[in-house]
C-alpha cells in the first residue's frame, strides 16, 4: 500500500532551515498550502528515496526555496505581510497579504465548522477559497 503523507496550513518562519520533508516509502509526502520564511539558508530540503513534493506554499525571503524536491507546483515567493493578533504573530493582514484566499482548497473542506482564522481580529473565520499558512483558533 502506498502511505501519504502531508503537511498542511502551518507556518515556518526564521527557521535555519524552514522544513525537512523525508520518504521512505513509495507514496507521495508533500507540503501544501504552507507558508515558510525568513530563512538565512534553504527553504525545504527533501531527502528521501520515494516521491516529495511541495504545492500552493509560499517561501520567501529566503536563500535558497528548495533542495532535493521531486515535485515543484504552484509555489510563488511573497511578503506574507504578517500581523499581531491574540495568540500570536503570524497572523496574515486581510487587507494586504497575497496569502488570503491563495490556497489550493475550500476552507470548508479542511474547517468545517469555521474555527480557524488568519485574520489578526480573530474574529472572522477563514472562508471561501484557504487562506495559505497557519490558522489560529477563534
Known amino acids: 500500500d502506498k502511505a501519504r503523507g502531508n503537511v498542511t496550513l502551518n507556518t515556518f518562519d526564521k527557521n535555519v532551515v524552514g ?3 523525508e520518504n521512505r516509502g513509495a507514496g507521495l509526502v508533500e507540503i501544501a498550502d504552507s507558508n515558510i520564511t525568513n530563512s538565512p539558508w534553504v527553504g525545504v ?5 520515494g516521491p516529495t513534493g511541495i504545492i500552493h506554499t509560499n517561501l520567501w525571503n529566503i536563500s535558497t526555496p528548495t533542495s532535493g524536491c521531486s515535485m515543484l507546483s ?13 495568540l500570536g504573530a503570524h497572523y496574515l493582514d486581510p487587507a494586504a497579504s497575497p496569502l488570503v ?4 482548497i475550500g476552507a470548508s473542506s479542511v474547517f468545517p465548522t469555521g474555527n480557524r482564522t488568519t485574520d489578526p481580529s480573530g474574529v472572522n473565520p477563514d472562508v471561501g477559497v484557504i487562506d ?4 489560529y483558533p477563534l
Do not use: E, K, N, Q
Not at 495559505?132 to 490558522?135: A, E, R, T, V
Open 101 to 104: 484566499d491563495a490556497g489550493s
Open 45 to 49: 530540503i527533501c531527502g528521501s528515496s
Open 132 to 135: 495559505i499558512g497557519f490558522h
Open 19 to 21: 522544513a525537512v520533508i
Open 74 to 86: 504552484m509555489l510563488m515567493s511573497a511578503d506574507p505581510r504578517y500581523a499581531t493578533g491574540a
